[in-house]
């Protein structure tokens, strides 16, 4: 099975910055991308799909690369709440990186 | 409806005992998938069913794992004997499609003493 790789971090930013994650894929066939975020002790829950024209919802954008296998996501105005470990998924593949954990701090 | 339903959600064992994880997916989706999720390895595919059907069972560790299918409804992680590397978060997830959003039961917290 490919591989998904995606910086650990952790990230710590204070409220109100803007943050951006990105997660590389070795499968250049791969057609479909989500992020999930995760809380602590929860399961992972669909943030946003990742379309190939690059999508937003409110605060959150996500993007795709294809020509250099990766997607991103980036958080303006981030907020308390938006602390979680966020993993990215190639759906093809079934495959989800390591995730990357966001702690945002007043 | 319920979303994924799985049981039990906390599981202490102790080494060579069976461990049994039940999921129920959601109804009406065709696929159901097994995870493992530790701070080491982060989140593994074990096997996938597509209407039932296991379909890549790759990711599943060794022999001491399998899991079933009966019907559209339920499934079964089964760990015998267990070992104290086995000790993870378990989830069941399940999707329409592949391609598609997975839904993730809450998991099973394992540990094996």
């Known amino acids: 099975r490919k591989e998904v790789e995606q910086d650990p971090g952790p990230f710590n930013v204070p409220e109100g910055a803007t943050v951006a994650f990105n997660c590389t894929y070795s499968?250049?066939?791969?057609?479909?991308f989500f992020w999930y975020r995760q809380d602590c002790r929860k399961e992972p829950k669909l943030l946003m799909s990742?379309?190939?024209s690059g999508n937003e919802d409110g605060r959150f954008t996500a993007q795709l690369n294809r020509a250099s296998q990766y997607i991103s996501l980036l958080i303006r105005d981030s907020k308390l709440s938006d602390s979680a470990t966020y993993l990215c998924?190639?759906?093809?593949?079934?495959?989800f990186g390591a995730g990357t954990r966001l702690t945002v701090k007043p | 409806d319920a979303g994924v339903i799985q049981s039990p959600r906390h599981e202490v064992t102790e080494m060579g005992q069976e461990v049994t994880l039940r999921c129920k997916p959601i109804?009406?989706?065709?696929?159901l998938f097994w995870y493992r999720q530790t701070m080491m390895r982060g989140l593994e595919l074990l096997i996938y069913f597509n209407n039932n059907v296991p379909i890549d069972d790759s990711g599943m560790p060794e022999d001491r794992f399998s899991a079933k299918m009966p019907n559209a409804s339920f499934s079964t992680l089964k760990i015998q004997p267990s070992e104290p590397r086995d000790s993870a978060v378990y989830f069941c997830a399940s999707s329409f499609a592949t391609y598609n959003e997975q839904f993730f039961g809450p998991g099973t917290r394992l540990t094996v003493l």
């Open positions: 499968n250049s066939a791969s057609q479909s």
């Open positions: 109804s009406g989706h065709d696929y």
């Open positions: 990742v379309y190939s």
């Open positions: 998924v190639v759906s093809d593949d079934m495959r």
